[in-house]
């Protein structure tokens, strides 16, 4: 791991880069690869196909995970359309795509382990790939910076 110092309003905060590229600062952290949704899901783009999941922020604000519903493979799933649900133990959340496509595979592991996604929320914790239908989508999500801003209001 290596410190990183990174810039803010309120001066400069320091965060810590963990394995998976992620920059951890205050109580969330980023991928910086990835693209992020208002609504807190995060996607990352490689090719034609999308890996997506809720952002460190979500599921440090929804608290531990208890219970997840994802959709089935090949399922068509809606840019900013529900498609899955998170249960913690203060509340049940819909969660939204951030993109539109076919979904390809789901992460069976957080039937079993939903606390995954408190635990890993860019890795481990990943909720489903999707092929996309219309990759022009991916330019109306924010990036890391401006997500990190979002957060902060």
Known sequence: MALR????NAGVQWGVRTQFGAIAR???SV???AKYAASHEWAKVEGSTATVGISDH???ELGDVVYVEL???GATVTKGETFGVVESV???SDVYSPLSGKVVEINEALV???AKINQEPYSGGWMMKIELSDKGEVASLMDATAYQKHCEH
Not at 5 to 8: V, Y
């Open 71 to 73: 959709p089935e493979v």
């Open 26 to 28: 205050a109580f969330s």
């Open 5 to 8: 110092a990174l810039a803010s």
């Open 112 to 114: 079993a382990e939903p």
């Open 58 to 60: 979500a599921q440090s």
């Open 31 to 33: 991928l910086p690869e």
């Open 90 to 92: 203060k509340a049940a």
